[in-house]
C-alpha cells in the first residue's frame, strides 16, 4: 500500500510543518509506503519566480486602468502602481536570484544586491534602503532581498489575489465560517489556487505516477484550507476514487468538532480529528475490510448525506446529536487508544523526503528573537504531546492537544534528530510543544551533552515554554550550557490580578525571577501577550503594558507580541460559563454547520480603541525606546497611563530576585552539574594545590591541599551527563560531603560552574 502526505500552502517558508513528517514515520511503522511533500514552500517558490509573476504583472495593469480611470481615482495607488509596471522587467530579471539567495543557493548574490545601482524597489525595499542611506552591505543584503520579496507579495494580494498572505490564505474566510457555501466560493474563485497551484499539483501527480492508496492533507491554520481542498479537487480529477483522502490537523480538530455542513466531504473522504495516529489506523481498518464501526475520532457522510462523528467521546463535543448529523461509538476504542498512546510516545517526524534548499531564510527583524522564527531552517520536533499544566483560563484545555499529556521517549528522537542532521547538515531543533516540561528537557540536555563528551556534534535547541517555576537558575544555566538557545512563552496579563484571572500558575514576582535566571544563562525571551480578557479593565491591561515596559526596559524580554483576546468554545473559561460558574460572561454564539470554534462575547468591542496604542508602544520598546508608555500620544489624555511603576516594580523585583538566587546557592538539592571549562590542578610549595578551570571567559582558580585537589577534579570530570535521573549522579549535598570542602570552597564552585538540576 502507498500513502502521499501533503502539506497544503501556505504554511511556512524558513522550514517544514513537521505534521504530515510525524505521520509518515507512523504509516511506515504499519508496512506503509509514505511519502511527504511540501506544497506551501513549492507554490510560494512558484508564484515569486520569472514564469509565476507574470500573472500578477498582468492583473496590475487591468487594475491601474481601473484606478485610473474609475470613480474613486486614488493618485497613491495609481503611483504605486505605474512603479511596480516601470520595474516589471527588472523584478523577471532579479526574482529568480533573490529567491535563490534566500534559500541559500548562492551567497556572491549578496554582493550584487550590494553594489547595484538600479534595482526594482517598492515601498519596503526603498524604505529599507532609506534608513541605510541608500546602501547597503553584504550582510545586510538578506534584508533587502527580503524586502523585495515583501513588495512582491503587496503586489500579488493588491492585484491578483486578495486573499494571499505570506504564511496563510484566505484565512479571514476559513476561521469560524457558518457553513461550507463561503468557503466552496472563495476556493473557486481563487486566482492562486486556480492555475498557479494546479501546475504544483500536475506535476505533483505526474512524479507519483498511480494513484496512492491513501492522500493526506494537513490543515493546521485555518489560512491552510482552501489549498487542502484544492489539492484535494485536483486529486479526486487526477485519481478518480483510487486514492482514499484524508485530511486532519489542528484546524479540522479545533474548528470542526460540532461540523453538521457535510459539504467538505464532496472533497474528502473521511475527516480525521486530535494527533490522527488512532483515527488513521482505523480507517486503515476500515478500508481493508473492517466494519466502520472500528472507526475511531473521524468523521465521514453516510449515505443520507448526514455527517457521522465515528469514536468520539460522550462529553466530546464532536459525539453531538442532531438532525444534521450521526454518532456512533468505536467498538476498539481502547485498543486504538493504546496504540496512539505507543505512537506519540515513541514516534518523532521523518524528513528524508524533503529538500531542505528549497526554504528561505526571511530576514524580515534584526531583531535577534523573530530572526529565529524566520530567517534559520529548523528540524522541528515535540518533548511531549499536550501541556503539563492545562489550566490556563482562555486556553482549549478540553481538547486533546492540550489535555493528553505524554512525554516522549528521547532516544528515538535523538535517533530520528541524528538521521536528520547527517543529511541535510542541521543541527538546530525546534521543540513544538505547547511548554516544554522540565523533565524531558534535562533529559533531553544530558542526553545532548553525551553526544559532545563521546566525540558527536551536540544540537541547538529552542521552544516554547512556561515561566513557572521549574525554570530555576541552575536549570537555565545547564540547558543554556546544553545548546537551549531561545525560549517563548505566554506572560498573557503582567499584573497579579490578570495572571490569577488567566490561572497562568505563577505570580509576578514569580516570574521575573524566572526571566532573570533565563536572562543571566543567555537566553533569548518572546513573550505572548494579551489583552481584552473578559472582565479586564482598561487600568488593568495599562498596568499589565507598564509591567511588560518594565521588562524591556530591563532586558529581560527580547521581543514580544500582542494577542488579541479570542473566546473558543472549548476554553476552559467557556466550560466554566456552560457550567453556570461564570455568570457575568456572555458569549456570543451564532448559529454555524461547519467551523464552530472562535466565539464573540459582549462588551468586546470595548477594547477596540486599544488595538493601535498597545501594538505602536510594543513597537517603540522592541526598537529599544522604552519611555514610551501605552498611553502616550494623540489619545493619551483618553486612554491614560498605567497606575503601576512598570519598570521602578520590575526592577524591584529582579533585586527581590537576585537575593532568592544568592540564598539558593547555598542549598544541597538537586543533581550536581559541571558546566564550566575541565579543573586542571596544578602543584605549588609543599602540599598545596590550585585548581584552574575557565568559566564564561574568564579564569577562575582554587586553592586546596594537593589531596583535596585531586578528589574534586576527579569527581567533577566523573560526573554523568546521560541521565539527570541517574543513581550514580550525587546531589549538591552529597558531593560538598564527599569533597570536604570549607564552605567558601564549595560556594566559589557555586559561583563558577557547579549547578544542581
Not at 480507517?283 to 466494519?291: K, Q, S, T
Amino acid at each position: 500500500m502507498q500513502a502521499l502526505l501533503v502539506q497544503p500552502p501556505f504554511a511556512q517558508l524558513n522550514a517544514p510543518y513537521p505534521a504530515a513528517h510525524y505521520l509518515r514515520t507512523f504509516l511506515r511503522s504499519r508496512g506503509i509506503e509514505a511519502r511527504a511533500v511540501d506544497h506551501s514552500i513549492e507554490l510560494y517558490r512558484a508564484i515569486f519566480s520569472r514564469k509565476g509573476l507574470a500573472p500578477a504583472f498582468e492583473a496590475a495593469r487591468a487594475a491601474l486602468e481601473r484606478v485610473a480611470h474609475g470613480p474613486d481615482r486614488d493618485e497613491a495607488v495609481e503611483r504605486e502602481l505605474e512603479r511596480y509596471l516601470s520595474y516589471e522587467s527588472l523584478y523577471l530579471e532579479w526574482i529568480d536570484g533573490v529567491a535563490a539567495f534566500l534559500a541559500g543557493e548562492d551567497p556572491s548574490f549578496a554582493h550584487r544586491l550590494a553594489q547595484a545601482v538600479e534595482l526594482p524597489l517598492g515601498m519596503r525595499s526603498s524604505s529599507f534602503l532609506e534608513a541605510r542611506e541608500g546602501r547597503v552591505g553584504e550582510a545586510e543584503a538578506p534584508g533587502l532581498a527580503t524586502a523585495m520579496l515583501e513588495d512582491l507579495g503587496d503586489l500579488v494580494a493588491f492585484a491578483l489575489d486578495p486573499a494571499f498572505a505570506t504564511v496563510r490564505y484566505g484565512e479571514r474566510i476559513a476561521s469560524s465560517a457558518p457553513s461550507f457555501a463561503p468557503i466552496r466560493a472563495a476556493l473557486d474563485e481563487s486566482p492562486l489556487l486556480g492555475p498557479a497551484y494546479e501546475s504544483v499539483l500536475s506535476a505533483e501527480w505526474r512524479r507519483q505516477g498511480s494513484a496512492p492508496d491513501f492522500l493526506l492533507i494537513t490543515v493546521p491554520f485555518p489560512g491552510c484550507l482552501l489549498g487542502a481542498l484544492a489539492c484535494a479537487r485536483s486529486a479526486r480529477a487526477a485519481f478518480g476514487g483510487r486514492a482514499r483522502i484524508l485530511i486532519g490537523g489542528g484546524y479540522v480538530s479545533t474548528e470542526l468538532r460540532g461540523l453538521r455542513d457535510g459539504g467538505i466531504f464532496d472533497f474528502c473522504d473521511y475527516l480525521c480529528f486530535d494527533s490522527g495516529y488512532g483515527s488513521v489506523a482505523s480507517i486503515l481498518e476500515v478500508e481493508a475490510g473492517a466494519p466502520r464501526t472500528r472507526l475511531f475520532r473521524t468523521m465521514y457522510r453516510d449515505g443520507d448525506g448526514l455527517v457521522v462523528a465515528a469514536g468520539f467521546g460522550e462529553s466530546d463535543d464532536a459525539g453531538a446529536k442532531s438532525e444534521l448529523r450521526r454518532v456512533t461509538r468505536c467498538d476498539a476504542e481502547a485498543r486504538l487508544r493504546a496504540e496512539e498512546d505507543a505512537a506519540l510516545r515513541s514516534i518523532a517526524p521523518d524528513y528524508s523526503d524533503l529538500d531542505f534548499g528549497r526554504y528561505l531564510r526571511i530576514a524580515d527583524s534584526t531583531n535577534p528573537m523573530h530572526r529565529l522564527w524566520n530567517d534559520s531552517p529548523w528540524l522541528k520536533y515535540r518533548l511531549a504531546q499536550g501541556c503539563y499544566w492545562r489550566r490556563c483560563e482562555f486556553c482549549d484545555t478540553s481538547l486533546e492537544y492540550v489535555s493528553r499529556y505524554l512525554p516522549v521517549e528521547i532516544g528515538p528522537l535523538l535517533e530520528a534528530a541524528d538521521r536528520a542532521s547527517e543529511r541535510t547538515g542541521l543541527y538546530g531543533l525546534h521543540f513544538v510543544d505547547e511548554a516544554m516540561p522540565m523533565g524531558p528537557l534535562l533529559a533531553f540536555a544530558d542526553a545532548n551533552r553525551a553526544r559532545a563528551r563521546a566525540g558527536g556534534r551536540p544540537f541547538n535547541y529552542w521552544g516554547n515554554v512556561r515561566f513557572d517555576s521549574s525554570w530555576t537558575e541552575d536549570r537555565c544555566e545547564y540547558l543554556a550550557a546544553s545548546g537551549l538557545v531561545a525560549v517563548s512563552g505566554g506572560i498573557e496579563i503582567a499584573t497579579e490580578r490578570g495572571l490569577e484571572m488567566t490561572d497562568k500558575g505563577f505570580d509576578l514576582a514569580g516570574l521575573v525571577r524566572t526571566l532573570v535566571a533565563m536572562k543571566r544563562a543567555g537566553l533569548l525571551v518572546h513573550a505572548y501577550l494579551i489583552y481584552g480578557f473578559p472582565g479586564q479593565s482598561r487600568r488593568d491591561i495599562l498596568d499589565s503594558a507598564e509591567v511588560c515596559r518594565g521588562l524591556f526596559a530591563s532586558g529581560l524580554v527580547d521581543s514580544a507580541f500582542w494577542h488579541r483576546f479570542v473566546l473558543t468554545r472549548h476554553s476552559r473559561m467557556h466550560c466554566e460559563w456552560e457550567e453556570g460558574r461564570r455568570p457575568s460572561l456572555e458569549p456570543i454564539d451564532r448559529p454555524r454547520d461547519f467551523a464552530s470554534n472562535d466565539l464573540g462575547f459582549a462588551g468586546e468591542s470595548a477594547y477596540d480603541e486599544l488595538d493601535v496604542p498597545l501594538a505602536s508602544a510594543l513597537e517603540s520598546w522592541m526598537s529599544g525606546d522604552c519611555s514610551v508608555a501605552a498611553g502616550d500620544g494623540p489619545d493619551e489624555t483618553e486612554l491614560g497611563r498605567g497606575a503601576a511603576p512598570g519598570p521602578e516594580l520590575v526592577e524591584a523585583l529582579i533585586a527581590r530576585a537576585e537575593s532568592a538566587f544568592e540564598a539558593a546557592k547555598a542549598e544541597d538539592a538537586g543533581r550536581a552539574r559541571w558546566i564550566a571549562g575541565d579543573p586542571l590542578p596544578r602543584d605549588e610549595d609543599g602540599d598545596q594545590a590550585r585548581v584552574h578551570w575557565a568559566y564564561r571567559g574568564e579564569s577562575v582558580s582554587l586553592r586546596l591541599d594537593a589531596a583535596r585537589a585531586r578528589r574534586l577534579t576527579e569527581t567533577i570530570r566523573a560526573l554523568p551527563g546521560d541521565d539527570s535521573a541517574s543513581p550514580s549522579a550525587p546531589t549538591l549535598g552529597e558531593l560538598r560531603s564527599a569533597l570536604e570542602l570549607p564552605e567558601p570552597a564549595f560556594r566559589a564552585l557555586r559561583d563558577a560552574g557547579l549547578v544542581g538540576i
